[in-house]
Nanobody, 128 residues
Framework: QVQLVESGGGLVQPGGSLRLSCAVSGYSLNYIIGWFRQAPGKEREGVSCIRVNVLVTATYYADSVKGRFTISRDNRPNTVYLQMNSLKPEDTAVYYC????????????????????WGQGTQVTVSS
């Protein structure tokens, strides 16, 4: 069973930056790891997803965050990061880390494939 623990959320002014961390355990390299968010009154949406194996790193970004957010992964310790720059009030949401085996970054992030594991979420608030 994959376990995911998020950290790094908080309050930031518009235009500011935050880095979210997702500590991952109990997984294999076949897994895709992704960041999702849910704002009040809205459906959960995929933000960015990543797969890293020996030969290739693949990433996917939602159009709303391209050029502002960067997803990355360290294998020791196994952590997935989401660097968020140029934050906007509309980025305010609870951010969740999720994982799924045997799929693609696009299928996971567009929620064509349901994650098999979720973290507990971390609040990000962008406000002046």
């Amino acid at each position: 069973q994959v376990q995911l623990v998020e950290s790094g959320g908080g309050l930031v002014q518009p235009g500011g930056s935050l880095r979210l961390s997702c500590a991952v355990s109990g997984y294999s390299l076949n897994y895709i790891i992704g960041w999702f968010r849910q704002a009040p009154g809205k459906e959960r949406e995929g933000v960015s997803c990543i797969r890293v194996n020996v030969l290739v790193t693949a990433t996917y970004y939602a159009d709303s965050v391209k050029g502002r957010f960067t997803i990355s992964r360290d294998n020791r310790p196994n952590t997935v990061y989401l660097q968020m720059n140029s934050l906007k009030p509309e980025d305010t949401a609870v951010y969740y880390c999720a994982a799924a085996p045997g799929t693609t970054t696009q299928r996971l992030c567009t929620m064509s494939r349901d994650p098999s594991s979720w973290g507990q979420g971390t609040q990000v608030t962008v406000s002046s």
